[in-house]
Every structure is written in structure tokens, then in C-alpha cells.
């Protein structure tokens, strides 16, 4: 219990500093439509790649992010990330897919979200 307490306290003092180090990627998964054979859509899905460190997976961050109140500044760099990534498609190919973004819970009770 030690031990998972210790790496849980680890995480969350990574994620500190995590948005403005740059630590996080964007990997967007399309959704194909094999009737028309073509991307319809992409998911944006967030990873981790601290620099001295092995990648963390989502479900070990995202918790700990809810749980300490980081994950409002991870998910506006979502949102921000993801709407400059769809600007830069429309504007090199002229039109883009849709992007689901996943939002937390938690996220949704928070006012600068909504507005």
C-alpha cells in the first residue's frame, strides 16, 4: 500500500509541470467509414511521455489529475491543442474530420469549460 501511495504521490508531482514542459502528446485515432471509404471522424487521445521517465498510461494519470484538481489545465490544453490541430487541417486541406475530445467529469462542473 506503501509503495502504491509513494507512485501515486510521484505521479501527481510530475503532473505538476507536465502542460508546460511540453510532456504531452495528441495521437489522433480515425474513424473510417467503410461505406464511404474515408476518415468521418477522429478521436483525440492524450499521452504521457515524461522526459526522464517511461510513458504513463491515462488510466494511471488521468485518476490522479481528477483527484488533485490538475485535470482542468490538462484538459484546456487539450481543447486548445485540438482546435489548433483541426485550424491547421482546414487550413492545409480545406475541410477536416470531426474530433471527439474526451472530457472528465470533472471538467463539466467547471465554469471556464462551460463558458
Not at 474530420?97 to 472528465?104: K, L, Q, T, Y
Request: charged fraction near 25%; aromatic fraction near 6%.
Amino acid at each position: 500500500m506503501q509503495k502504491k501511495a509513494e507512485e501515486k504521490k510521484r505521479v501527481q508531482i510530475m503532473l505538476r509541470t507536465a502542460v508546460d514542459n511540453k510532456e504531452f502528446q495528441l495521437m489522433y485515432q480515425p474513424i473510417i467509414s467503410l461505406k464511404e471509404e474515408k476518415i468521418a471522424s477522429a478521436e483525440a487521445l492524450i499521452r504521457w511521455m515524461p522526459p526522464d521517465a517511461d510513458p504513463i498510461r491515462p488510466d494511471i494519470f488521468i485518476p490522479i489529475a481528477e483527484e488533485s484538481g490538475q485535470i482542468n489545465n490538462i484538459g484546456s490544453w487539450v481543447l486548445t491543442t485540438v482546435i489548433n490541430q483541426v485550424k491547421t487541417w482546414k487550413d492545409s486541406l480545406g475541410m477536416c474530420p470531426s474530433v471527439a475530445i474526451n472530457v472528465s467529469s470533472k471538467q463539466l462542473k467547471n465554469h471556464e469549460l462551460r463558458e
